[in-house]
């Protein structure tokens, strides 16, 4: 069993989120993670790799600085890491990189492709998605939890739903989209670091995608463009109140409800 | 001379610092209130490859260098002193000695064992009446007429990971030879011994300032027979191990003193930040100013004598002749001394808060005491210096 995993490499919100003047992100002022729900992407991967042997090849699309994603991937236990990056790739937005990626993933060959839900730089959820379709795949979005069968050759999913969930299956090779809620990723090991930095990343640029168009790449290729970025404007100070029975209590939040027009 | 760590060393640090924080830190205060040993971070711990970071991959390890290992007791010290020196003993006084000594057999029984964390490691040599005074050691082995086995009789004292331990490097006498003039000495031998051996049992837990959650008991020998084959390196020549084993170890301890300074020094710039008097937060006071530069300075000190030990470990490990005695006791003795002062003071820029046990800072003051009494004293680190100046 072959399995791909889509990564990106995000900057950390955990030490706050920087700008520069014109309103995107300063990349450089922050330091980069693996998307978290990328992560629990590859460790589902790599559980299929424990329980069937299955070969893990994780894949992103970046700046050359990215690579250090794929090391840290090797160092949680990949077996193959590639990198697309080319100068004409920048500026792409989920249109442009799902062609992109899809273009890298014609070179190889796979039963399940496993990406995270989103990414928390974007929050767009549109790029594991459009890849399926590029590459005619079936796809389940919002995994959180998954069986592989090898001998049927197909993946049941139980996905995530506003009210409840899904079960449902599709036959391989599939997309799934994984929710963070999947799994606890694995730590890296100790010597696995070490090694990870042994291992050779194969890196691809804008010839190597297979059956894309230039107009479909990088920012010329990109229908969409960010008109303005900005910090989440935090909430204000909540009302307190203090009613004098549970009643009293319903009808206020009732009154409120009733103001704003939610019911 | 590079002073920049590689993208490995610090992708190995954001492993331990991460662990640490999401693992161990939670439980620290819990562990010290309740003397707690922290079994299930070990069992962590030992999923993850840390019991084994600095033994070679064909006996089990993960195959990485001294510095790593130190690295790794550094980053759990920062959160937990406790769990710190559970992997310091564990690595630096019984792994190694076993890697260093151990013959063929003994490596391939012991470390994939040890290193992967299935089993737990512990040494012994301080007894009631000997510590830094080594020939005061009474636990004594006679080996049986036909060769076959040892008989130990005697106790060892304040053990770390005492009862928790499944392998233990137990020094006691076993020859008195006379010199030219008539003195008797006694000559000691290295042992490993498995928990389960008859005669072999634990005597009281110790009930500590610091170090709280370590298992610290005192184990009895009473005709305990341990195999000959368990006998580790020459006969006679246990001393020399049991130094060398401690020189390794004094590094683990330097890293850990080195990690609680950081510990609470961080917590502490982040109070003073806070923490608001007369208007303003303390770190606009100059005297919080000049304290918190000087600390940051012997932090760092420590930290470059603490690295320089485990490289110049690193280098006699592929080359015997060299020794890192000197290096290993400046190291312990700059970084314990560090850890004193930088939590002691940091206790004080606290203020009341300082000295309340949910802040922390007290905890580490309390752990760091120990980093200059055990694995050599600070006044022992001083004799190995100026020992090396004088010769």
């Known amino acids: 069993m072959k399995v791909v995993v889509c990564v990106k490499q995000v900057p950390d919100t955990k030490g706050g989120v920087k700008f520069k003047p014109d309103g995107t992100l300063d990349r450089a002022a922050m330091l980069a993670i693996m998307n978290p729900d990328d992560k629990s992407a590859l460790e589902a991967a790599l559980k299929l790799k424990d329980e069937f042997g299955a070969e893990v090849t994780v894949l992103t699309m970046g700046l050359p600085k990215a690579e250090a994603v794929l090391r840290e991937a090797f160092a949680m236990g990949a077996d193959k890491g590639i990198l697309v990056t080319d100068r004409v790739l920048g500026g792409a937005d989920t249109w442009a990189t799902s062609q992109t990626i899809a273009g890298a993933l014609r070179n190889l060959e796979y039963d399940l492709i496993l990406t995270g839900r989103q990414a928390i730089d974007g929050d767009t959820a549109q790029v594991g998605p459009q890849i399926s379709q590029h590459l005619g795949i079936p796809l389940i979005s919002y995994c959180e939890d998954m069986q592989v069968d090898p001998e049927a050759k197909t993946v049941t999913v139980k996905r995530q739903y506003d009210d409840g969930y899904h079960i449902v299956r599709a036959k391989l090779p599939a997309l799934v989209t994984c929710l963070s809620e999947l799994n606890t990723p694995r730590y890296m090991t100790p010597g696995g670091i070490f090694d990870a930095f042994q291992k050779e990343v194969t890196v691809w640029g804008r010839n190597d995608l297979k059956d894309v168009l230039d107009e479909n790449i990088g920012k010329v290729g990109s229908p969409t463009l960010i008109a303005k970025a900005s910090d989440k404007v935090a909430k204000g100070k909540g009302v307190q109140v203090k009613p004098e029975s549970p009643e009293e209590a319903a009808d206020y939040i009732l009154n409120v409800l009733d103001e704003k027009h939610v019911i | 001379m590079d002073f920049q760590l590689d993208q490995a060393h610090e992708m190995a640090r954001s492993l331990f610092r991460d662990f640490a924080e999401t693992e161990v830190k939670p439980l620290a205060i819990e562990v010290d209130e309740e003397e707690r040993f922290p079994r299930e971070t070990v069992d962590k711990m030992a999923k993850n490859g840390f019991m084994g970071i600095p033994i070679p ?269 000197v290096e290993a006791a400046k190291a312990k003795l700059f970084a314990a001394e560090t850890a004193m002062d930088v939590t002691t003071k940091c206790v004080q820029l606290m203020g009341g808060y300082g000295y309340i046990r949910e802040y922390e800072v007290e905890r580490m003051m309390r752990d760091a005491k120990i980093t200059e009494i055990y694995e050599g004293t600070s006044e022992v680190q001083r004799m190995v210096i100026s020992g090396s100046l004088l010769k």
């Open chain 2, 57 to 325: 991959k064909e006996y089990g390890g993960q195959g990485c260098d001294v510095l790593t290992y130190v690295m790794a007791v550094e980053e759990l010290a920062k959160v937990c002193g406790t769990t710190s020196v559970v992997l310091s003993a564990h690595s630096s006084l019984c792994m190694d000695p076993i890697l260093t000594f151990g013959t063929e057999e003994q490596k391939q029984k012991y470390l994939p064992e040890l290193a992967s964390g299935r089993k737990l490691g512990a040494f012994g040599l301080t007894e009631p009446g000997a510590g830094t005074d080594a020939q005061g050691v009474q636990t004594k082995a006679v080996l049986s007429e036909d060769g076959t086995y040892w008989t130990l009789n005697g106790s060892k004292c304040f053990i770390t990971n005492g009862k928790e331990a499944d392998v233990y490097i137990i020094i006691a006498y076993t020859d008195i030879v006379e010199d030219a003039r008539g003195r008797k000495s006694k000559k000691f031998t290295a042992f490993i011994v498995d928990k389960d051996t008859p005669g072999f049992t634990f005597g009281t837990k110790e009930n500590k300032m610091g170090i709280r959650g370590s298992s610290t008991y005192e184990l009895i020998f009473q005709d305990a027979k341990i195999p000959a084959e368990n006998q580790l390196g020459q006969r006679g020549k246990g001393f020399p191990i049991a130094m060398h084993t401690l020189d390794g170890g004094r590094i683990g301890i330097a890293a850990q003193a080195l990690g609680l300074a950081e510990g609470a020094f961080q917590r502490t710039l982040d109070y003073v930040k806070e923490r608001k008097q007369f208007g303003r937060a303390l770190a606009k006071f100059q005297n919080t100013q000049f304290q918190l530069a000087n600390l940051a300075t012997e932090i760092e000190a420590a930290q470059l004598l603490v690295y320089k030990a485990a490289c110049a470990k690193q280098e006699a490990r592929s080359d015997v002749k060299k020794r890192f005695s």
